[in-house]
Each structure stands twice: as structure tokens, then as C-alpha cells.
């Protein structure tokens, strides 16, 4: 009996305490709900009320409750496996206090066994329902020992797991808070965000919280680490008012962090922690996955990554005292953008701020609004451009393209001002933050990019997407003048940069051939060679980019569009530094500004969405999700997907101002079995990679059965193919 009435306060504190403090983390309640002392009595009641009923009853409920715990427990130490360090391994504590916390816990423990061997409801049933005492005493151990043996590991695992994920001094915070473990798995942010901290305290007036954050730990994995801040404090304090629970959460700022160190001085304790992430009111728009968790993991990195850097302006990192909108990087952005999120409301304000920064001769600066960087911009700043063109081709906006018209055309003719003999070649940044620093004497030669190819090369591209610009807004005029200024730029930059011989563009860097490729600087009769050369450089430097934040987006969509697909995919997937699988290895919930791990020097952001380009890539080539030639208001699309041998499946969907548009493709034995939707007025081509054996759905084919191409206005089509892969 006194036995049945410890444990009965002993298990109805802990739920009572431990559910309110559940509730309360994962933002429920407001506040705790075992401040009242009605809502331990309401549980004590809603127990007794269950265990009245039967031991059916119970048995159901009291196995949903055991199964959630298990299945929760084993979740959190799995979810900690990627926050691993054997820094957190600390010494064992002194032998005397072991067997002094062992003497104390074992008359809990002996009375813990006596109880589930007696009183159990697993005991109690097999009792009831066996008329050999035997043979119940024989069930209820071997079920007894199962349910031990599981519980064992799923706890064990989730202690050691638990021990790697957290220092010390972390786990010694959360006991001194009284901080339960599930409580203290929600305060580890799932990935590197913009945002804050808010925080749940209970103490005396004047105690002081400090709330430090950060993106990564030091090598050890003991201490934040700051020196990719620069002169940024990240710093949130609160000093406690001294009533009952307070909460606090800091306004007119926001931080870029993965991990956040509260202290504590005074008499205080730390209820709950939630990290709030957030960003300029921009919808998410789509969805993507496959059967390859790296490319999954990427991708997720990807949208997270551009999300924290939406705010009002198109900021170029969270987390340091810089955030500015660099052009350069939009330049490269934009092309995955446009498939994650919903720009059309932005798009417009950010090419007004461009257009601001423009100055009587057409030079417009590097970041927008201005803040750093130069006047005129690098020549790579094609953004203004690129802008105008999506927010027309995505959202049939043409009076943005028209009110930006001037400021673009503008910036382009001030190019013209600056180039010799059709050649552009100053440039400040070129292909930025390559792996392989071109000043290093290491270095090889076709790893390097000069600036002076990169901006004759992007005077090129931005005469031909003015010219575009021109046809769109009816300037028949224009249209040609600049289509002319661009067969002028190509045949100078072919002169100087392609060598006919070798079929190399510049130094023979992947960023120099790809961006020749990409633009349309290449002449047909040679892009195989060019591309098969870029494909060659790839596997030379063992699959992984030389590329810097402009190469690499059109290295990923040339190759794509020369049919290289599986060597982009083993290029990102590559676990070895450099790359973006690197990345992963290294357990990044985001994209980087550089290519290494550590924060060595202060320029290296570990939130940075100008390398995030390549999920452009898993929209447009895995799931083949691309706009046709001409596309206005995503009217046109063009559905052709890659079939990678490594890859069994691949799945996506991207909401567009006329509906969703979806593709989808597995493979099922030497068949590949296609699933698309499209909007009904939507016109959309479909290219398949393989011989088509069966088509479902209301569709109109070119008559080949080779590569056909499938034309469908609105609705659902499956199609089997077969050689495919």
C-alpha cells in the first residue's frame, strides 16, 4: 500500500510536470500549465476515469501512451545523431559519487521491479485470463523480457546519443532548469535561419538572461564561435521584471544562427527556448524530392538558406554586420528562386531599389540599396535584367519590365561606354569565391577564371536579355539594335577567347566553357566539344567544381541542357571537399559562402544562397519543370526530366500564378513510369527519354515514338516508356 502511493504521486507529478512543459515548448500553451493545481488534479481524475473503466481501456491507452514515448525517445536520439561530437564525451565523474547516486536510486529501482512484477496491468491480465498460474508467470516474463530488451536499447541509444549531441555544460544548464529531454531536443534549431530567440523565464527582479547566437561551435564543439561576424554582437539580453512566468522575445532585429547560448545571472531559471525563424512574407511555392536523401538534403538547404535571406531586400547573409543586396548574387539566385518562392510582389520593389541606385550615365552599384561595394557595379550584375524578364515570363508582369525598361537599357549602353572593340574588361569580383583560389600557385591553370572573360562575356548576355526585353514590350526597334550589338560582342569574344583547335573557351575552366555554353557565345558546330571538354575538366579534378557564385549555375544548366546529367549529379553528391556534398558530409543545415568548414577567416558565411543555384537544377532537369521559349505568365512549359542510373524516382510540384504544375517519374523494372498535371491553360510540351508503351490521359504526340514529344493543355497524364536510364 505504501508502495502504490508513493509511486502514485511519484507518476502523477512527472505527467503533470512533464506535459505541461511539453504543451508549452512546442507552443500550445502560453504558459505552464502545472502552475495551476487543478490541472494535475484534472489528469489524477482523467487516470482514474481510464483505469475505471476496465483493463481494456487501459491497456489501450496506456499502450499508446508507452508506444508515443518510444517512438518520441527513439525520434530524438536519431534526430541528434548530426549534432555529434566526441568533444561532449566528458571524463566520468568521481567513483565515490557514482556509488552515492547509485545507493540512492536503487530502493527506486528495487521498488520500480517489484511493482511491474506484481501490480502491472500486463501481470494482472495474463493472471485474469489463465487458469495455470505457471503458464501466466511464464507469459507475462517472456513478454516482460521483450518489452525490457526494447526499452533498453531505445533508451540506451537515446543516452548515448543524448551524451555526443550535448557538452556538459549544456546538460548541466538543462538539470539545473529542470529542463525535461524532450524539451531540450526542441531547443536544437533544425537548420542555420534568420530570426531569434524567445524565451520563457521564471525569477527575481533583476536577474539578467543573455541570449548569444551563432551559426557554428568552435572546433571542439565547446564554445560559439564568432569570428564570421565580424563586428556584429548577435547578442539579446532581458532583465527579469520578478513575476511569476515572463517571456521575451526581441523586436526590430534578427539573427543568422544554427545554435543559441543562454546564460543566466541571478536567481532565475529558463523555462522553454523557441527558435523563431522569419522572413519578408514571401510564399513558399513548391516541392521536391527523390530517392537520394543527399539530393534531398541539399535541396532542403536550398530553400532554407534563400528564406533567411529574404528580408525586404535580398540579402546576401544573415549573421554578420553585412546583409546587403549584392547583384552579383542575385544574378545567380534568381534561378531558383522563382521556383521555390512566390517573387511577384518583390520583384518589382527590389529592381525600384536597383534602378535608385542608377546614376545619370547609366551605372548602377553593386549592392541595392547601396551600402558597399562599387559604382559602377562588376559587369556579372545582370540581375536588373534578369528580374524584369522572370517577373513577365512567371508572372505575365509587363509593367515592371516597362517601368524598368530605362534603367535597364541604360546600364547596358553605359557597358557599351566602358567596352573596347566590343570587349568589356574591368571587373572587380568576376566568378567569385572560386574553391581553387587563382592566386594560389597551386592552383591549375584551367581552374582559373579571369575577370576580364567574365565581363566581356556578361555584356554579351545582358545585350541578348535587353534585346528579349525589347520583343516583349513591343520595341521592334530595340529589339534589333541590340540583337546586332550582341552578334558584335559574340564574333569579338570568339575572336579573343575561343581557341578552335583545343575547343576551349579562355583558360579551358569549367566556369570560362560552361558560361560560353550557357549565354550562347558557342557556336553549334562546337558546343559537344565544349561541353564533352567541360565534362573532361570535372573528372580530372575527381568530380568536383572549380566554379565560383556565377560558373556554377550555368555549368549545371548547360551540361543539363548537353544531356550530362549523371555527371552533375555525381559532381553534387561527392562527399569530399570541395563541393556541395562536402557540405552535407559536414552536417550543414544550410549553404555556404565558401568551401570550407571552419570559420578560418571572417568572410566565410555559412548561410549564403548565392551557391544555392543548383535547385534550379532538380526543378528543371530532375523533375524537368522548365518554361518554354516565349513564356508568358507561365502560359508555356516544357516538361522533359532526367533519368540519372543512380536515381529510382523523383517527385515535384511548383504552384504558378495558373495553377500547379506537377511531374513526377519512378522506375519500376526496365520501365519508367511518368506522372505530370498541368493547369488547363497551360500549354505544356512533354519529352520523354525512352520508347513510349502506354499513355493515359488527353494528350497530342509529334507521331515518333523515339524521344516523342506529348502536347497537353490542362489535366493528368501518365506515360510508361521503357530504355530509359
Not at 530524438?76 to 557514482?98: F, Q, Y
Not at 534578369?386 to 509587363?398: N, P, R
Not at 530532375?622 to 508555356?636: H, M, P
Request: with cysteine; net charge negative; aromatic share 12%.
Amino acid at each position: 500500500f505504501v508502495m502504490l502511493v508513493i509511486w502514485m504521486f511519484v507518476y502523477s507529478t512527472a505527467i503533470t510536470n512533464d506535459s505541461a512543459s511539453y504543451l508549452h515548448t512546442f507552443g500550445v500553451t502560453e504558459g505552464l500549465l502545472s502552475e495551476n493545481p487543478f490541472y494535475g488534479l484534472f489528469l489524477i481524475c482523467i487516470l482514474v476515469a481510464i483505469s475505471s473503466r476496465g483493463e481494456k481501456l487501459l491497456f489501450k491507452v496506456s499502450s499508446l501512451m508507452v508506444l508515443t514515448k518510444l517512438f518520441v525517445v527513439a525520434a530524438l536520439g536519431l534526430s541528434m545523431i548530426g549534432l555529434w561530437h566526441l568533444a561532449n564525451v566528458g571524463m566520468l565523474p568521481p567513483v565515490g559519487l557514482l556509488i552515492k547516486n547509485a545507493i540512492i536510486t536503487l530502493p527506486f529501482t528495487l521498488t520500480s521491479i517489484l511493482f511491474i512484477q506484481t501490480l502491472s496491468p500486463m501481470v494482472i491480465s495474463y493472471r485474469s485470463r489463465e487458469k495455470s498460474v505457471e503458464v501466466a508467470r511464464h507469459k507475462a516474463l517472456r513478454a516482460m523480457n521483450i518489452a525490457f530488451a526494447i526499452l533498453f536499447v531505445t533508451v540506451f541509444f537515446y543516452a548515448v546519443s543524448f551524451t555526443l549531441a550535448m557538452g556538459h555544460d549544456e546538460a548541466v544548464k538543462a538539470y539545473e532548469q529542470n529542463i525535461s529531454a524532450l524539451a531540450i531536443a526542441a531547443q536544437f534549431i533544425s537548420g542555420d535561419g534568420a530570426g531569434w530567440v524567445k524565451i520563457v523565464v521564471r525569477g527575481e527582479r533583476g536577474a539578467k538572461v543573455t541570449v548569444r547566437h551563432a551559426e557554428i561551435l568552435n572546433p571542439g564543439g565547446t564554445e560559439l564561435e564568432t569570428v564570421n561576424l565580424h563586428t556584429a554582437k548577435a547578442t539579446d539580453v532581458y532583465i527579469l521584471k520578478g513575476e511569476e512566468t515572463e517571456e521575451y522575445e526581441p523586436h526590430f532585429t534578427y539573427h543568422g544562427f544554427r545554435y543559441a547560448e543562454l546564460s543566466v545571472e541571478g536567481k532565475a531559471e529558463v523555462l522553454s527556448v523557441t527558435g523563431r525563424f522569419v522572413r519578408t512574407a514571401v510564399k513558399a511555392v513548391s516541392s521536391f524530392s527523390c530517392s537520394d536523401d543527399v539530393i534531398n538534403r541539399l535541396h532542403r538547404n536550398a530553400v532554407a538558406t534563400e528564406g533567411a535571406n529574404i528580408h525586404s531586400i535580398l540579402t546576401d547573409c544573415p549573421q554578420r554586420d553585412e546583409r546587403f543586396g549584392w547583384l552579383n548574387d542575385i544574378t545567380s539566385r534568381v534561378f531558383q528562386e522563382v521556383y521555390n518562392f512566390d517573387m511577384a510582389r518583390l520583384y518589382p520593389k527590389i529592381m525600384r531599389d536597383i534602378a535608385d541606385t542608377q546614376r545619370p550615365d547609366g551605372a548602377i552599384s553593386d549592392t541595392a540599396p547601396i551600402g558597399i561595394g562599387q559604382t559602377p557595379a562588376d559587369p556579372i550584375s545582370a540581375s536588373l535584367l534578369l528580374l524584369g524578364l522572370f517577373s513577365h515570363a512567371c508572372y505575365g508582369d509587363l509593367r515592371t519590365l516597362k517601368e524598368n525598361y530605362p534603367a535597364m537599357k541604360a546600364w547596358v549602353d553605359f557597358l557599351g561606354t566602358k567596352a573596347e572593340n566590343y570587349l568589356l574588361s574591368y571587373s572587380y569580383y568576376g566568378d567569385w569565391v572560386c574553391p581553387y583560389p587563382p592566386e594560389d600557385r597551386n592552383t591549375p591553370e584551367n581552374a582559373k577564371t579571369p575577370g576580364h572573360f567574365m565581363s566581356a562575356a556578361y555584356y554579351y548576355w545582358q545585350a541578348r536579355l535587353l534585346s528579349r526585353a525589347a520583343e516583349s514590350l513591343g520595341y521592334a526597334a530595340d529589339r534589333a539594335q541590340y540583337a546586332e550589338l550582341a552578334r558584335k560582342i559574340r564574333d569579338a569574344f570568339n575572336a579573343r577567347y575561343f581557341d578552335a583547335k583545343t575547343h576551349n573557351y579562355g583558360t579551358g575552366s569549367q566556369t570560362c566553357n560552361s558560361v560560353a555554353l550557357s549565354v550562347g557565345l558557342c557556336e553549334e558546330k562546337y558546343r559537344k566539344a565544349v561541353a564533352e571538354n567541360t565534362v573532361k575538366n570535372i573528372e580530372e579534378m575527381g568530380y568536383h567544381n572549380t566554379t565560383g557564385n556565377q560558373g556554377y549555375r550555368h555549368m549545371f544548366y548547360a551540361l543539363d541542357d548537353m544531356g550530362y546529367g549523371e555527371t552533375l549529379y555525381r559532381m553534387l553528391i561527392n562527399p569530399e571537399y570541395p563541393g556541395w556534398g562536402y557540405m552535407i558530409a559536414c552536417g550543414a543545415a544550410s549553404v555556404w559562402e565558401r568551401w570550407e568548414s571552419e570559420a578560418k577567416i571572417e568572410m566565410n558565411s555559412f548561410n549564403h544562397p548565392m551557391f544555392a543555384s543548383y535547385d534550379g537544377w532538380f526543378f528543371r532537369g530532375l523533375a524537368g519543370i522548365r518554361l518554354a521559349e516565349g513564356a508568358v505568365a507561365t502560359d508555356r512549359i516544357l516538361l522533359s526530366p532526367r533519368i540519372l542510373g543512380e536515381l529510382t524516382s523523383v517527385s515535384a510540384w511548383v504552384e504558378t500564378v495558373n495553377g500547379r504544375v506537377s511531374s513526377a517519374w519512378r522506375k519500376e523494372g526496365n520501365q519508367i513510369i511518368y506522372e505530370f498535371s498541368v493547369p488547363y491553360n497551360v500549354l505544356a510540351e512533354i519529352r520523354i527519354e525512352g520508347k513510349i508503351l502506354n499513355i493515359r490521359g488527353l494528350c497530342e504526340t509529334d507521331g515518333s515514338t523515339e524521344k516523342p514529344s506529348v502536347f497537353v493543355r490542362g489535366g493528368k497524364i501518365e506515360i510508361t516508356a521503357e530504355g530509359a536510364g
